[in-house]
């Protein structure tokens, strides 16, 4: 195998991930809202684990650590999903990226990991960054959220779920990696279909629609690009280090921002701009400190 097959494992990842908002947009579009649409993908998904690791179960129904896992990563991905389907797809994105930020706080709370003066800086980047993406220019104290919208305050809420994710990934490092992977594929599930079923009753979501060959499609084809990228983000992830893992995943950004853009998604203004480098200066500074410590 070359030694460059990890770095395209991951950078396939990304790319999956930084162009999944177009088949939940086209979802979105004929009827099948992202909550809907989550549970369905990774039912399958756990159907397929099911059949080919039984096993998983055992340690998954003996481990009460990996359903914490399951709610954090369902919350991530009903949250990010129906975000990225019903917003700008570059601020859904760049919100989501405050994940390291909210990382250097929760592995101060729940890690005993106290931050030090980079994490400090990556703070101040990242929340520095967010307000230049959502708030308005020329905004008074009165009018701060004024330009502050449903999908934006999903991507922020999606983005602090994926670090806690990340925190009980690592408390659970010693997990066989399927088991954990079963965990998320099946909080995706149950998060999805708890979010649809309340959202119906309160007449904030449409009920599943008619079977359509546009969403049928989009659902079968995330079904299959989810799970490959997910062996391909294992493959990679096990061969080189953290730190270069999350350095390549930015490319995920990249991805999104200029699908997005080509494909008229999105408006990138100079002000957006400016915060996404801010954010991304975040995630870059947290990914080369993680390089410098395990060197």
Known sequence: MSPSAPYFALLFNAMVWGLSWWPFKTMHAAGLAAPWATSLIYGALVLGTTLLVPRAWKVLLAQPALW??????????????????????????????????????????FLGERPTPQGLLRLALAFGGMALVIVP????????????????????????????????????????????????????????????????????????????????????????????????????????????????????VLFATLSAWLLGATELTPRMLLGGALIISGALLAALQGRRRKA
């Open 137 to 252: 220019a020329g905004a008074s104290w009165h009018s701060l959220t004024a330009d502050i919208a449903l999908p934006d305050y999903l991507a922020l809420f999606g983005g602090f779920c994926f670090a806690a994710t990340n925190v009980i990934l690592r408390r659970t490092n010693d997990v066989p990696g399927t088991s954990r992977m079963l965990a998320m594929f099946l909080g995706c599930t149950l998060m999805g279909l708890a979010t649809a079923t309340v959202g119906y009753k309160l007449g904030m979501l449409h009920g599943l629609p008619a079977l359509q060959t546009s969403w049928v499609l989009c659902a079968v084809g995330m079904a299959m690009l989810v799970s490959v990228g997910n062996w391909a983000l294992q493959y990679g992830a096990a061969r080189l280090p953290t730190a270069t893992t999350s350095l390549v995943m930015l490319s995920e």
């Open 68 to 109: 914490l896992l399951a709610l954090s990563s369902g919350l991530t991905n009903v949250a990010f999903n129906t975000a990225s389907s019903t917003g700008d797809v570059v601020r859904v994105i760049l919100l989501f990226y405050l994940m390291p930020a909210w990382a250097v706080l929760l592995a101060w709370r």
